[in-house]
């Protein structure tokens, strides 16, 4: 998973293959099959109806689930809320009686003459009215009828205590011209139904459907089908373009996983929001796709949000799908166990999506070092002295609030990890080729013992690896990201003054009620501020013609430190009051200056590195085979 919250304060189209064969109406029931059907051209009052043909059972009493917690989200999720109206039948079509256990959990009693059960589900993705956690997005569901459905299975299917092993069928009617972008293989389809099998309930799980009118594109590397399905409200980006960014980024994966895509077939589903009120977005894992919620903007303004989130999914492919403890091997829907190993599973998969970006030089080195910089700048605003194995353990309730932390430090200790593995092995051995050795010994269907797995790296690597585990993942001490860099010639600064081109030495704030943002402190405001007469409270309305809202922001500000020249002309309109108390629109405007600036967090190349700096650092990110 990766999760993104707003910081402002500081190729060919694929058309769906259609057989001859009939769908399968049959509904008799089957020893062995679960049997779904959901009818999504009947949504009514945002909810859709699911029904199943069950499997015989053969107790008296059984109880029906729908999960807690799915993997890759690290939150107790209660999917079982949305469920309402459940009931169960006899293949006579009277009513068994049903006791709710809890959220997630119904208990069905004559369960030997149980034929069918039907409920209805209410979507997550705009239910506010149905209490608890809000779930994160690419975890969740959407019901917007004739537009899309955000189908993720979990959402609306479970399974029965003890038979999670057993296949499941599920069908979908549809409506009219819409297509179910997924990575599972239809075992059916025809205009208006589609059918698809799993071999069981954590295989179902594991795949969502995204259903739109279809804009799809299909690429092929090295061998692999990868789709590419695109929902864009306002049609501002399509999947032709941002599948072209997808190709040069999986063609870098490719090599940085050894020349081949671990994997035939996979599927991007991304739905783009238009929600002005979007705090936060991101995407979750499968083991052949992935799912994102991303705000709308152009494919050009999207490219670094794509290669960012969609490498970090991508490579999850290596961990935790082929590289994971018991609790994610057998993992437990409802009762949940978690590993203390989230430096790796999410950590060491960040570390990799932004090492390989510098590596196939997808990114320039001074991006590199701001991307660096600003995990490092987030975890020092947490608790920097928490084991991260401790934190990992508790992620679900005591170090919930720490759980961001993994995109950060779990990163560093990563970057941390690659840099000492080079100088250990004189820069043959790193992380990108522990990972693959780790993959080697366990894979899809190995699960490690937690406790085994830091001696295990260590039998692979040196002996000094177990040390740098015993201080800074199990231990309390901060990363030595200083003495670290310096090993490749970067130094790392606490906090420097710099020269740079800045927006004025302004921090940003958010006005819900207007949805603007705005200038919420000038008290370090610096001369180019001053000469463009900025003011307290000033809400800004466009920076150089493009409109500043809080969906765009982030690309504008990115363009704006990345693009703008000394003596470029900065125009910018804000909503000001004046002395009436009316809001009027005021025009600013100066040309654009170099400026010192105060950074926290600095890192720079090194002015005269030695020719151990230098070879490290061509160890650590050149692509020359050795
Ligand atoms: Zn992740």
Same mark, same amino acid.
């Given at each position: 998973?990766?999760? !993104?919250?707003?910081?402002?304060?500081?190729?060919?189209?694929?058309?769906?293959?259609?057989?001859?064969?009939?769908?399968s109406?049959?509904?008799?029931?089957?020893?062995?099959?679960?049997?779904f059907?959901?009818?999504?051209?009947?949504?009514? #009052?945002?909810?859709?109806?699911?029904?199943?043909?069950?499997?015989?059972?053969?107790?008296?009493?059984?109880?029906?689930?729908?999960?807690?917690?799915?993997?890759?989200?690290?939150?107790?999720?209660?999917?079982?809320?949305?469920?309402?109206?459940?009931?169960?039948?006899?293949?006579?079509?009277?009513?068994?009686?049903?006791?709710?256990?809890?959220? #997630?959990?119904?208990?069905?009693?004559?369960?030997?003459?149980?034929?069918?059960?039907?409920?209805?589900?209410?979507?997550?993705?705009?239910?506010?009215?149905?209490?608890g956690?809000?779930?994160?997005?690419?975890?969740?569901?959407?019901?917007?009828?004739?537009?899309?459905?955000?189908?993720?299975? =979990?959402?609306?299917?479970?399974?029965?205590?003890?038979?999670?092993?057993?296949?499941?069928?599920?069908?979908?009617?549809?409506?009219?011209?819409?297509? +179910?972008?997924?990575?599972?293989?239809?075992?059916?389809?025809?205009?208006?139904?589609?059918?698809?099998?799993?071999?069981?309930? &954590?295989? %179902?799980?594991?795949?969502?459907?995204?259903?739109?009118?279809?804009?799809?594109?299909?690429?092929?590397?090295g +061998?692999?089908?990868?789709?590419?399905?695109? &929902?864009?409200?306002?049609?501002?980006?399509?999947?032709?373009?941002?599948?072209?960014?997808? @190709?040069?980024?999986?063609?870098?994966?490719?090599?940085? %996983?050894?020349?081949?895509l671990?994997?035939?077939?996979?599927?991007?589903?991304?739905?783009?929001?238009?929600?002005?009120?979007?705090?936060s977005?991101?995407?979750?894992?499968?083991?052949?796709?992935?799912?994102?919620?991303?705000?709308?903007?152009?494919?050009?303004?999207?490219?670094?949000?794509?290669?960012?989130?969609?490498?970090?999914?991508? =490579?999850?492919?290596?961990?935790?799908?082929?590289?994971?403890?018991?609790?994610?091997?057998?993992?437990?829907?409802?009762?949940?166990?978690?590993?203390?190993?989230?430096?790796?599973?999410?950590?060491?998969?960040?570390?990799?999506?932004?090492?390989?970006?510098?590596?196939?030089? %997808?990114?320039?080195?001074?991006?590199?070092?701001?991307?660096?910089?600003?995990?490092?700048?987030?975890?020092?605003?947490?608790?920097?002295? %928490?084991?991260?194995?401790?934190?990992? *353990?508790?992620?679900l309730?005591?170090?919930?609030?720490?759980?961001? @932390?993994?995109?950060?430090?779990?990163?560093? !200790?990563?970057?941390?990890?690659?840099?000492?593995?080079?100088?250990?092995?004189?820069?043959?051995?790193?992380?990108?080729?522990?990972?693959?050795?780790?993959?080697?010994?366990? +894979?899809?269907?190995?699960? =490690?013992?937690?406790?085994?797995? =830091?001696? *295990?790296i260590?039998?692979?690597?040196?002996?000094?690896?177990?040390?740098? &585990?015993?201080?800074?993942?199990?231990?309390? @001490?901060?990363l030595?990201?200083?003495?670290?860099?310096?090993?490749?010639?970067?130094?790392?600064?606490?906090?420097?003054?710099?020269?740079?081109?800045?927006?004025g030495? !302004?921090?940003?704030?958010?006005?819900?009620q207007? *949805?603007?943002?705005k !200038?919420?402190?000038?008290?370090?405001?610096?001369?180019?501020?001053?000469?463009? +007469?900025?003011?307290?409270?000033?809400?800004?309305?466009?920076?150089?013609?493009?409109?500043?809202?809080?969906?765009?922001?982030?690309?504008?500000?990115?363009?704006?430190?990345?693009?703008?020249?000394?003596?470029?002309?900065?125009t910018?309109?804000?909503?000001?009051?004046?002395?009436?108390?009316?809001e009027?629109?005021?025009?600013?405007?100066?040309?654009?200056?170099?400026?010192?600036?105060?950074?926290? @967090?600095?890192?720079?190349?090194?002015?005269?590195?030695?020719?151990?700096?230098?070879?490290?650092?061509?160890?650590?990110?050149?692509?020359?085979?050795?």
């Open positions: 998973m990766k999760k !993104i919250a707003y910081m402002l304060l500081t190729m060919a189209v694929m058309t769906a293959c259609t057989r001859k064969a009939s769908v109406t049959s509904s008799t029931q089957k020893d062995n099959l679960y049997q059907s959901v009818d999504l051209t009947k949504v009514e #009052n945002d909810k859709l109806e699911v029904s199943l043909v069950a499997p015989k059972i053969s107790a008296d009493l059984i109880t029906y689930f729908l999960p807690k917690i799915v993997p890759g989200t690290y939150a107790n999720y209660d999917f079982g809320r949305y469920v309402s109206n459940f009931k169960a039948y006899n293949a006579k079509g009277d009513t068994l009686p049903v006791d709710r256990v809890d959220v #997630n959990s119904w208990s069905i009693k004559n369960a030997q003459s149980l034929y069918k059960i039907t409920y209805k589900v209410d979507d997550t993705w705009d239910s506010p009215e149905i209490k956690e809000k779930i994160f997005e690419p975890a969740g569901s959407d019901i917007d009828t004739n537009k899309k459905f955000a189908v993720n299975t =979990f959402c609306f299917f479970g399974y029965f205590g003890g038979m999670t092993k057993v296949p499941y069928q599920v069908s979908f009617t549809k409506p009219e011209g819409f297509y +179910g972008a997924t990575s599972m293989n239809f075992a059916n389809t025809t205009a208006t139904k589609d059918v698809f099998v799993a071999d069981n309930y &954590f295989d %179902l799980s594991d795949a969502p459907i995204l259903y739109t009118r279809p804009d799809t594109t299909v690429l092929k590397i +061998g692999a089908d990868i789709l590419v399905s695109v &929902f864009s409200p306002n049609k501002q980006a399509n999947s032709k373009e941002i599948a072209a960014n997808i @190709n040069s980024m999986l063609n870098a994966q490719k090599e940085y %996983l050894g020349g081949e671990p994997i035939k077939k996979y599927a991007f589903l991304i739905v783009l929001s238009d929600n002005p009120n979007l705090m977005y991101g995407a979750l894992e499968h083991s052949y796709s992935s799912f994102y919620y991303l705000p709308e903007g152009t494919s050009k303004e999207l490219a670094q949000t794509v290669k960012d989130v969609a490498s970090h999914e991508f =490579f999850h492919i290596i961990t935790p799908l082929s590289i994971h403890s018991e609790e994610i091997g057998d993992f437990d829907f409802n009762t949940p166990k978690m590993s203390k190993h989230l430096w790796m599973y999410e950590g060491a998969t960040e570390y990799a999506a932004g090492h390989m970006q510098i590596k196939y030089g %997808l990114i320039e080195m001074p991006q590199y070092l701001d991307m660096l910089r600003q995990k490092m700048t987030t975890m020092k605003m947490m608790n920097d002295k %928490l084991p991260f194995t401790e934190m990992s *353990k508790g992620v309730d005591t170090y919930k609030n720490q759980y961001m @932390n993994v995109y950060n430090k779990g990163a560093l !200790i990563a970057l941390s990890l690659d840099i000492k593995l080079r100088q250990l092995s004189g820069g043959k051995y790193g992380t990108q080729n522990l990972m693959q050795d780790l993959a080697k010994t366990y +894979g899809k269907t190995q699960s =490690f013992k937690d406790d085994e797995l =830091f001696d *295990k260590t039998s692979l690597t040196y002996p000094e690896i177990r040390e740098f &585990f015993a201080k800074y993942v199990e231990g309390p @001490n901060p030595p990201l200083s003495e670290t860099l310096q090993l490749v010639g970067i130094e790392y600064l606490p906090e420097a003054t710099i020269k740079k081109i800045s927006l030495g !302004i921090s940003l704030g958010f006005n819900a207007t *949805k603007r943002i !200038i919420a402190n000038v008290s370090k405001i610096n001369e180019f501020g001053t000469k463009m +007469g900025y003011q307290l409270n000033d809400e800004i309305v466009s920076l150089n013609g493009q409109l500043f809202d809080i969906q765009k922001a982030q690309h504008i500000l990115d363009d704006y430190n990345n693009n703008t020249k000394e003596g470029d002309v900065v910018m309109e804000v909503a000001r009051k004046n002395s009436d108390g009316k009027e629109i005021v025009k600013l405007s100066s040309p654009a200056m170099v400026v010192d600036v105060t950074e926290k @967090n600095v890192l720079k190349l090194v002015d005269s590195p030695t020719e151990a700096q230098l070879k490290l650092r061509k160890d650590w990110l050149s692509t020359e085979k050795k």
